[in-house]
């Protein structure tokens, strides 16, 4: 099977490749700082799409497998024996991108051979562990035939061929438990898997959809091949799966809705929640549409409809092992999950690199049935089919596209994973003029503060105002400083607030609001000095030295011009000139803890001063908990 | 022989008396070194817990304080769901975690039907970070209770055995029974639990704790799992040998029908 | 404009700077597989490894060449001189990159500096002229060499602006996010166009001595390919 220049399949394995790209790039990014870095996995959903998408999916898809195994070599079903081997490769290669695919979700992933030494036989996940690891050797030494009987290790071929039945049962026994044991691992999980969903027979179900899923899977993975390579599907020995496909189908469809009802849940079937929409729809593309397309007679008329049933089927189970997975649970657990674009694009590569090495395996190795191979393109050889492609096209445009996706993987990393951590720009954008609306007489005045672009023109209470950012969301508060100057008493009450002490709080600690306390901040803006000192011309006001490389080290200091500012503490935020001044100013639990509490506690002690001052916690932690001494340090009583 | 579950380690919280100080939160912090707090945008503020932060205080209406933390099932979901021992319960009580052998599947996170357990994301070589009462502290002579009671200002929270703490409780709530609710949170929860709260206000727990043990839901199933290995493969080999004998008798009969046959045209 | 510089300077520059060290990187793997299969393939499998070598060096330092077209030869080398050395060694990017991953070398005085960049934008000049002007340029070239020429010296030209704000008639912010795109462009493009002889030049000599080196069936191939069977080409 070698049809390299093939169109579509160019265009395919180009595709394939980009994802791989993208998926390079997140897994190094992910390796070297961590899981936090790159998904948005929480305490609260701590398995996201790799374990729903990768592992519970890619257990599904490699169902084919066993589902055909158990066909050919139990039930005798010599008819199906051209669909064994890719269905054999496509479960080895799901199960090698589960392996994978745990290897990146599992915080930890050079433990990961420990199952097999500490055993803990009463956690599900144990019974997975192994079950994998078992089904994974087993796999490669059922396939290993295909790959050796082209070399030269011709009794090793043999011996294997030998073991094939045995081998065969093995895999049997082995994916029932194993599909199985995904369904137990949520056993354990009720506060998480929605009622519609948590049943004590998850185990079972799970083992019936694995049956389904294997059937759909290997109609879709023929039908694929089939088109990729300009193959002639094997319909008519697909078609005889669809009647057993139909039985497990409905047998599917009766146990989820009898469990359902047995349990009493029934009630959520029609309460008219998500859920139950969710529900209701993966059982409709899942068992229901199939169903009637197979009873209708439609796959066995239009191998179109054959391809869409297995579609369907391969969808909705997944659909199952995802919900079942973590979406049932959302609003149980009252989390907003949704899986970051390098959590998609490490699940898209991981399954992309998948089916390059399925491509690879079937263009070299005796995968296919031979004979069913370039049926449609014997009519078309001309001379543009021969036309010159230069050595390793394919190799060229596919790997031209991973270093593209690489590249752009590697642009849309934050910036701090790629550099590390940087200051946060200031949060204070502004001054605007706004509108400000007073709706209530109320001591203080709370104003209504409009953001009004034409507020000069609309007319009306007009104020200064600054555009806070305080979270740094991109959502700003319109803070109205000149009214809460004044109300504080002027131009002596600055330190009022720019200590972050706000006024009548008892009840919130500044970081509720303030998560910025934690962050540094660079506290100067470059344009808004270049406008305001006359652009371009300017530049040697502060650069005096213009043959210099300018930076923030080689520059006139920020006090030489703001002199008025010395006092309210833009020096104690600002190295002095000379040394190491880059213009960051600390966080503000820093600069208290650190820097400002320090010299205000001499000071009071100097002073013989106690109380109020900043030196002691309780004047800015105005909370009864807070207001305590801590132990640690002792205060003079008298 | 584990020592039964009366023995085991256990603090008993008296919501009524809890002014809400933090200094267990600030005990907490300083004995087992859990670093400083680091909001994450997807916190509920600083207070929950996290990976720097194992136990906190609950603010309810009405100034009532309700501390929370790591609960030391008697039967924990948890250790029962790690597949390497990470996490394991102790003769004495207390839940611990060994991180190196930790391989960071977090299904622990999963299980855990008070979502308590909480995980350092944003290192490359992450843990599994909850209160384990103090154990090592305690076995190795350290300390003689967790740093979270011995901060404690006004003995809200103390430390005991959990036999002797739910006397304790009962007898408070017998003595002042207008002012208690008569329930002892952490008796019967997901199994019973060593963290025991007695409080004037409902406590609300995170959506359905069960009040049987979790661990033997998944027991249920697991135990199935050598029968049902052994009955498949038997089960298959049984099958595979019935169908090719059937197979075989079917052949054998056309085989026989065709030379009658076959002797029949030849006798015409 | 300080957003749009701020992604300029991160994404878009880090795009680029990968799309160029990455393409690079396949271009010259690729090329040494190509090399190595059309050697495997070819029924002529000698080399003249002597003549390769001799070419080679002949176009990496074109002091042949400088005899033989003077004005030309020494503009391109002027123009060459600049582009690499500029652009590596100009104190602020250094200090740039030490910033971002503490990575840094020596640097040019930056008086150097500007007397390469003019020197770049002036070799660049005059190569565009003779290659427009003079019969065999004209002949040689496709649309793709000149734009490739003028993109190259856009961050030059802005580059030197950005560094003598007085003579710079242009907004600063405006001026510097010229800068950086462009320079991103020029990296990100290099794969793809003739720019990959930064990287490829040693072996194009090679490359094009092999590719002389048909399989052995070659030529029946060709007729068969073309339905001309059994008839004399």
Redesign the interface.
């Known amino acids: 099977m070698n049809d390299q220049g093939s169109t579509r399949l160019r265009v395919a394995k180009g595709a394939l490749w980009f994802f791989v790209g993208v998926a390079a790039v997140v897994a190094v990014a992910r390796f070297l700082a961590g899981l936090g870095a790159v998904t948005n996995l929480t305490d609260r959903t701590p398995w996201g799409l790799w374990i729903g998408f990768d592992v519970m999916g890619g257990v599904a898809l490699a169902a084919g497998g066993f589902v055909i195994a158990a066909t050919v070599y139990v039930f005798r079903g010599e008819r199906f024996r051209p669909l064994l081997r890719p269905a054999v490769l496509t479960a080895f290669l799901g199960y090698m991108a589960v392996a994978v695919g745990l290897l990146f979700d599992i915080g930890r992933p050079w433990n990961i051979w420990r199952p097999m030494f500490f055993w803990q036989h009463h956690s599900a996940l144990f019974e997975v562990a192994w079950c994998v690891m078992l089904y994974l050797t087993v796999l490669a030494l059922e396939f290993a035939p295909v790959p050796l009987e082209s070399s030269r290790f011709h009794r090793l071929t043999k011996a294997l061929k030998s073991a094939t039945l045995p081998l065969v049962i093995l895999g049997i026994m082995l994916s029932t438990l194993h599909q199985s044991s995904l369904g137990t691992l949520f056993l354990i999980a009720p506060a998480r898997v929605h009622p519609l969903w948590y049943t004590p027979i998850l185990p079972v179900l799970f083992l019936i959809t694995a049956v389904g899923l294997g059937m759909g899977m290997v109609i879709v993975e023929s039908k694929v091949t089939a088109w990729l390579y300009r193959r002639k599907a094997e319909d008519e020995i697909l078609n005889n799966l669809t009647k057993p496909l139909a039985v497990t189908l409905l047998l599917y469809g009766a146990v989820r809705l009898i469990d359902l009802l047995v349990r009493g849940q029934g009630g959520f079937l029609f309460d008219g929640s998500w859920e139950s929409t969710l529900f209701w729809f993966e059982m409709l593309i899942s068992a229901g549409l199939p169903t009637l397309l197979i009873l209708g007679g439609f796959t066995a008329r239009s191998g179109r409809a054959l391809f869409f049933v297995g579609l369907l089927v391969v969808f909705g189970f997944v659909l199952h092992r995802i919900n079942v997975g973590g979406v049932s649970g959302i609003g149980l657990t009252d989390t907003g999950y949704f899986p970051s674009w390098e959590e998609v694009a490490t699940s898209l590569g991981v399954v992309s690199a998948a089916t390059l090495a399925f491509l690879f395996i079937i263009e070299r190795f005796h995968v296919y049935e031979p004979g069913t191979e370039e049926v449609l393109a014997e009519a078309e050889v001309t001379v543009d089919r021969v036309r010159y492609l230069p050595p390793m096209a394919t190799l060229r445009s596919s790997t031209m596209l991973f270093v593209i996706g690489a590249s752009l993987a590697f642009a849309l990393l934050p910036d701090g994973l790629v550099f590390g951590a940087r200051p946060e720009k200031t949060p204070v954008a502004g001054p605007r003029r706004v509108l400000a609306e007073l709706v209530s007489q109320d001591r203080p005045p709370h104003r209504f503060m409009k953001l009004d672009l034409d507020a000069e023109r609309v007319g009306g209470d007009i104020h200064e105002a600054l555009l806070l950012d305080g979270n740094r969301n991109g959502e700003f508060a319109v803070f109205d400083h000149d009214a809460h100057a004044k109300r504080r008493g002027g131009a002596a009450a600055c330190a009022d607030c720019h200590h972050l002490n706000r006024p009548s709080d008892r009840e919130t600690s500044c970081f509720e609001c303030h998560r910025d306390q934690y962050l540094e901040t660079d506290i100067f803006r470059h344009q808004r000095h270049v406008e305001s000192l006359g652009g371009n011309g300017a530049c040697a006001e502060c650069h005096t030295d213009l043959n210099a490389t300018r930076t923030r080290k080689n520059v006139t200091h920020c006090t030489e011009c703001h002199r008025d500012m010395v006092g309210i503490g833009l020096k104690a935020l600002i190295p002095p000139p000379g040394k190491d001044s880059d213009f960051h100013a600390p966080s503000y639990t820093d600069a208290m803890h650190g820097l400002c509490k320090k010299c205000h506690d001499e000071e009071d002690e100097k002073a013989g001063v106690t109380i109020p001052t900043l030196g002691l916690c309780g004047t800015c932690h105005t909370e009864p908990a807070d207001l305590r001494p801590r132990r640690s340090r002792t205060v003079k009583e008298d | 022989m584990k020592p039964a579950a009366k023995h085991h380690w256990a603090i008993l919280t008296d919501v009524t008396k809890c002014i809400g100080c933090e200094s267990c939160v600030e005990g907490c912090r300083g004995a087992n070194h859990t670093g400083r707090d680091q909001p994450w945008t997807w916190q509920n503020g600083v207070r929950d817990l996290s990976a720097s932060r194992w136990t906190t205080i609950d603010r309810l209406p009405g100034n009532h304080y309700v501390r929370r933390q790591c609960r030391h099932c008697v039967s924990p979901a948890c250790a029962s769901a790690c597949p390497v021992g990470a996490l394991k319960k102790t003769p004495e009580g207390p839940v611990v975690y060994d991180a190196s052998i930790c391989m960071g599947c977090r299904y622990c996170m999963m299980a855990c039907p008070f979502q308590i357990p909480r995980y350092s994301w944003d290192s490359a070589i992450p843990a599994v970070r909850k209160c384990v009462l103090c154990h090592d502290r305690i076995e190795s002579g350290e300390a003689r209770e967790p740093a979270c009671t011995s901060a404690c200002p006004v003995d809200a929270t103390i430390f005991g055995t959990r036999e002797e703490l739910l006397k304790v409780a009962k007898q408070r709530i017998a003595a002042n029974p207008n002012v208690y609710r008569s329930h002892i949170w952490g008796e019967h929860e997901a199994g019973g639990t060593g963290i025991l709260t007695i409080s004037d206000v409902d406590i609300p727990l995170p959506n359905t704790v069960p009040t049987d043990p979790l661990p033997e839901r998944t027991w249920a199933a697991l135990r199935t799992v050598p029968f049902v290995f052994l009955g498949v493969g038997a089960g298959m080999v049984g099958l595979r040998w019935l169908l090719g004998r059937r197979d075989q008798l079917r052949l054998a009969e056309e085989k026989a029908r065709a030379a009658e046959a076959s002797a029949e045209k030849s006798e015409e | 404009?300080?957003d749009w510089l701020a992604i300029a300077r991160?994404?878009?520059f880090?795009?680029?700077i990968?799309?160029m060290i990455?393409?690079a990187l396949?271009d010259l793997?690729?090329t040494a597989?190509?090399v190595h299969?059309?050697m495997a393939r070819a029924g002529d499998k000698t080399l003249p490894l002597r003549a390769i070598r001799k070419a080679t060096l002949g176009w990496l330092f074109p002091l042949e060449h400088l005899r033989q077209s003077r004005v030309f030869t020494a503009a391109s080398i002027t123009f060459h001189a600049g582009v690499v050395l500029a652009p590596l060694f100009l104190?602020?990017h250094v200090?740039l990159i030490d910033q971002?991953?503490g990575l840094s070398w020596p640097t040019l005085p930056?008086?150097l500096a500007d007397i390469l960049t003019l020197g770049a934008i002036v070799g660049m000049t005059v190569v565009f002229v003779l290659r427009v002007s003079t019969g065999e340029g004209w002949a040689l070239s496709r649309g793709s060499d000149y734009t490739i020429l003028i993109l190259t010296t856009l961050p030059f030209l802005s580059g030197f602006l950005v560094m003598?704000?007085?003579l710079?008639p242009f907004?600063?912010?405006a001026t510097m996010l010229v800068h950086v795109l462009s320079g991103c462009l020029i990296l990100?493009i290099l794969?793809f166009t003739k720019l990959i002889h930064v990287v490829i030049l040693p072996a194009t000599q090679l490359v094009s001595e092999a590719g002389w080196h048909f399989p052995p069936d070659a030529g029946e191939k060709v007729g068969a390919?073309?339905?001309k069977e059994n008839q004399p080409i």
């Open positions: 404009m300080e991160g994404p878009a880090r795009f680029a990968m799309i990455l393409g396949r793997i690729v597989l190509s299969t059309i104190m602020s200090l971002a991953i930056n008086i003598h704000p007085g710079n907004p600063f912010q990100a794969p390919a073309l339905g």
